[in-house]
């Protein structure tokens, strides 16, 4: 067996599924972090898959004194937030004082502990048309400028529901071939003492779905559960709804603060006051212990040396 297969011949298990995770089998091994010693100030750089409701969870389920901000837009690729002619689409209607800051301020201030940076989807078009692999790198060259303490992180996200590939499919092939080798390969192989490190949301997601369609989580039917509805009531097959941001908060949290989210609250606010729809406490703990496997798994989260479990 060749390397390349022997890498996706390795599988994690849990509940009884196993799914590849050999595929980060580290084309760029990273050193590990210590754990945070205090709350985070998090700058959170995207589009709609952040999202306004994720970044309140996560300021729910992280310790008192967690901050974070954020600059938005919708489909946004990292290259339309780094240009000045580029334009950002929805920019005024999701980005207001007091969470919003200017990114490129922000980023090259020096004031955050974590920098997440998130790249559009299609990711294919944003290798191909976007620079994402040198955008990448613009952005996270001004963070590393900024504060020698700055942590950075790439959100890894996922595609349509009705990807003509497969949904599942692309999460498991994609992490090796675009997210680690494409997005971060060059800045990889020119920054690998202080690398950008991996929120692995889209590998998560993909693991809920297996546990899903096993039965394993109660009182969800199906991963289409965890994505939003249109405005018409049709189900929207890129954009996830409450529960869908409680699971991408989660491994946010997970993989910034090193800790186990298993316990967390199940319950918590949206943005605007009232209830955000909750899992059973049974599938949340499920929910829980999927993302805390898969963080553990995946050396380029940081919580672990690459080689090592």
């Known amino acids: 067996m060749g390397r390349r297969s022997l890498l996706f011949a390795l599988t994690t298990c849990l509940y009884g599924l196993c799914y590849p995770l050999g595929a980060e089998a580290a084309p760029f091994p ?9 709350p985070l100030k998090v700058f959170h750089l995207g589009h709609s898959l952040v999202g306004p409701v994720m970044p309140h969870m996560l300021g729910q389920l992280a310790p008192d004194g967690h901050g974070w901000n954020s600059q938005l837009g919708s489909g946004t690729a990292l290259k339309q ?15 207001h004082p007091p969470v919003w800051r200017d990114a490129k301020e922000a980023i090259g201030s ?26 990448l790198r613009r952005w996270a060259a001004l963070a590393r400028d900024g504060a020698p303490h700055t942590r950075i992180y790439l959100y890894e996200t996922w595609h349509h529901l009705d990807d003509p590939d497969g949904w599942q499919a692309r999460i498991d092939a994609d992490l090796e071939r675009l997210w680690l080798g ?17 929120i692995p949301a889209g590998q998560v997601m993909g693991a809920v779905a297996q546990a899903i369609e096993a039965g394993q989580i109660e009182g969800v039917a199906d991963i289409s559960d965890l994505f939003a509805k249109t405005p018409e009531g049709k189900q929207d097959t890129i954009h996830i709804n409450d529960l869908g941001s409680y699971v ?16 967390l609250p199940h319950r918590l606010s949206r943005p605007d006051g009232g209830a955000a729809t909750a899992f059973s406490r049974p599938a949340a703990q499920k929910v829980q212990e999927i993302v805390w496997q898969v963080v553990r798994a995946l050396p380029r989260t940081g919580l672990v040396e690459a080689g090592q479990g």
Not at 84 to 92: K, N, R, S, T, V
Not at 117 to 123: D, I, P, R, Y
Not at 248 to 263: D, Q
């Open 30 to 38: 990273v050193p590990a972090l210590p754990p945070p010693d205090r």
């Open 81 to 95: 937030h780094w240009e000045p002619d580029e334009a950002i689409l929805d920019f005024d209607l999701v980005n």
């Open 110 to 135: 020096g004031d955050y502990d974590a920098v997440v940076l998130t790249e559009m989807v299609e990711l294919r078009d944003a290798v191909k048309y976007f620079g994402s692999a040198k955008y």
């Open 182 to 198: 494409k997005v971060l390969g060059s800045d990889s192989r020119r920054n690998p003492k202080r690398p950008v490190y991996l």
């Open 248 to 263: 991408v908060a989660l491994t946010h949290y997970a993989v910034l603060y090193h800790k186990s989210p298993v316990g």
